[in-house]
């Protein structure tokens, strides 16, 4: 899997979460682990960082600490995880990647 990298940020540990473009139309999220299998926590601020017109195709989760829970793919083969410099308490998921439609109108400009 080739990886883009797209931004980092939630802690001063290493690469910390981390959101990363795959050659597959999805995202590899790095994240904090949780006590579910292919659940990780994220800052809100990493969504933020996806390809333009295009989202994190997992349901999030406000845990109401400034992160997000979400669940995906674990990743496990040897060569991807050897790419990323995973803290002891992170590990990575894959999630789809989706685009981004507008639907409606633009609202009208009032003039003052």
């Known amino acids: 899997m ?13 690469d910390c979460p981390t959101l990363y473009a795959t050659d597959q139309d999805s995202f590899l999220v790095q994240g904090w682990q949780t006590d579910q299998a292919g659940t990780i926590e994220i800052p809100h601020l990493l969504p933020g960082f996806a390809d333009p ?21 674990p990743v496990t083969d040897d ?29 009208p400009r009032t003039r003052h």
């Open 79 to 107: 060569e991807t995880l050897g790419r990323l410099t995973l803290a002891v308490d992170e590990t990575a998921i894959e999630v789809p990647k989706l685009e981004r439609t507008f639907y409606g109108a633009a609202s």
């Open 2 to 14: 080739r990886l883009t990298f797209l931004g980092k940020g939630g802690s001063g540990d290493r």
């Open 53 to 73: 017109d295009t989202f994190i195709g997992a349901t999030m989760t406000d845990t109401g600490r400034g992160t997000f829970r979400l669940s995906g793919r």
